[in-house]
């Protein structure tokens, strides 16, 4: 592949990304803004009207909606359960096994990969891209919690946190409103438009700013660190390509769904190792190491990609 196009990919479609998450993290460590803030604007207002918009525009079978979801279900699985078995392998205690499985399933695939996406492929591939993270989202609320929780916690309480994702009901108003053939009044469409636009700068910006909440590197936990990196970074992109390509995923899906899949580790992850008693150095270590990381992976993915 020749040099130029792998700078390219870089520059073009990764290093945007990585500007804007700077800007969070020199804000985070120079002025601590209040993050829970932050994150509940984008969680609650910005994220479900990026959604709407994005879906509610472009179209998407119902089978091609299928196969992303069977696609991201299926990829955090996959890299589940590889996460376990090397946690095994490594002698892990159960809460340190618990804690790689989770820190290793989920991926970045909102504050990181819409913008990668987007940049990269376009809106139609982003649309696509919205709906793996609306369904990694779900899963994240349910069988993350479920991992995390290690059946210390009644089953209701991951039903009530999936209930209480706003982007879900994104999604369902999308979808009624393309089924219904509904005309959304213009007041209506440029709000939600507006506010789906500032949704993934305000991301990338939060994602500056939970990094640089990480201020010590846990020595000990390296080795499953580097473990986790490697399923996420190399182990993710080769199993996406496979699983994709026998899914029967072509053009926009297969852009999305693979990139999606191969993001570091998500954020979120870190607010199940708080709440569940994880391994907090372990988890927030493989979000900080597989995001500086990243570029050497996702450049070449894109280039491969973009052919």
Same mark, same amino acid.
């Given at each position: 592949?020749?040099?130029?196009?792998?700078?390219?990919?870089?520059?073009?479609?990764?290093?945007?990304?990585?500007?804007?998450?700077?800007?969070?993290?020199?804000?985070?460590?120079?002025?601590?803004?209040?993050?829970?803030?932050?994150?509940?604007? @984008?969680?609650?207002?910005?994220?479900?009207?990026? +959604?709407? +918009?994005?879906? =509610?525009?472009?179209?998407?079978?119902?089978?091609?909606?299928?196969?992303?979801?069977?696609?991201?279900?299926?990829?955090?699985?996959?890299?589940?359960?590889?996460? %376990? /078995?090397?946690? &095994?392998?490594?002698?892990?205690?159960?809460?340190?096994?618990?804690?790689?499985?989770?820190?290793?399933?989920?991926?970045?695939?909102?504050? %990181?990969?819409?913008? @990668?996406?987007?940049?990269?492929?376009? =809106?139609?591939?982003? *649309?696509?891209?919205?709906?793996?993270? +609306?369904?990694?989202?779900?899963?994240? %609320?349910? /069988?993350?919690?479920?991992? @995390?929780?290690?059946?210390?916690?009644?089953?209701?309480?991951?039903?009530?946190?999936?209930?209480?994702?706003?982007?879900? %009901?994104? &999604? +369902?108003?999308?979808?009624?409103?393309?089924?219904?053939?509904?005309?959304?009044?213009? $007041?209506?469409?440029?709000?939600?438009?507006?506010?789906?636009?500032?949704?993934?700068?305000?991301?990338?910006?939060?994602?500056?700013?939970?990094? *640089?909440?990480?201020?010590?590197?846990?020595?000990?936990?390296?080795?499953?660190?580097?473990?986790?990196?490697?399923?996420?970074?190399?182990?993710?992109? /080769?199993?996406?390509? $496979?699983? *994709?390509?026998?899914?029967?995923?072509?053009?926009?899906?297969?852009?999305?769904?693979?990139?999606?899949?191969?993001?570091?580790?998500?954020?979120?992850?870190?607010?199940?190792?708080?709440?569940?008693?994880?391994?907090?150095?372990?988890?927030?270590?493989?979000?900080?190491?597989?995001?500086?990381?990243?570029?050497?992976?996702?450049?070449?993915?894109?280039?491969?990609?973009?052919?």
């Amino acid at each position: 592949m020749p040099v130029t196009i792998i700078r390219d990919a870089f520059v073009n479609n990764l290093l945007p990304v990585l500007l804007c998450a700077a800007t969070g993290f020199v804000l985070g460590r120079t002025l601590h803004p209040d993050i829970k803030t932050t994150s509940r604007l @984008a969680f609650y207002i910005f994220s479900p009207c990026l +959604v709407f +918009v994005s879906l =509610e525009r472009v179209e998407i079978t119902g089978g091609e909606l299928g196969q992303l979801v069977a696609f991201t279900f299926a990829m955090s699985c996959i890299i589940g359960a590889l996460a %376990y /078995l090397v946690g &095994l392998s490594l002698k892990a205690n159960r809460h340190l096994i618990a804690s790689l499985v989770v820190a290793s399933m989920f991926v970045n695939s909102g504050n %990181y990969g819409l913008a @990668a996406t987007k940049f990269a492929f376009g =809106e139609d591939a982003l *649309a696509r891209a919205l709906v793996c993270f +609306v369904f990694g989202t779900v899963v994240v %609320y349910t /069988l993350g919690v479920l991992i @995390a929780s290690m059946g210390k916690f009644p089953a209701g309480q991951a039903l009530r946190r999936m209930l209480r994702v706003p982007a879900i %009901y994104g &999604l +369902v108003a999308a979808g009624l409103v393309r089924q219904m053939d509904w005309e959304i009044p213009l $007041f209506v469409d440029r709000s939600v438009t507006m506010l789906g636009d500032a949704s993934i700068p305000l991301m990338l910006v939060l994602l500056g700013l939970q990094i *640089a909440e990480t201020r010590s590197w846990p020595r000990n936990r390296m080795g499953l660190i580097a473990a986790s990196a490697f399923l996420q970074l190399v182990g993710s992109p /080769l199993i996406g390509l $496979f699983l *994709a390509r026998w899914m029967g995923l072509t053009g926009a899906s297969l852009q999305a769904a693979v990139l999606q899949a191969s993001m570091p580790a998500a954020v979120v992850t870190t607010v199940l190792a708080v709440e569940y008693d994880l391994d907090r150095t372990l988890v927030s270590g493989v979000v900080v190491i597989t995001t500086i990381l990243s570029p050497l992976t996702l450049t070449p993915l894109i280039a491969y990609l973009l052919r």
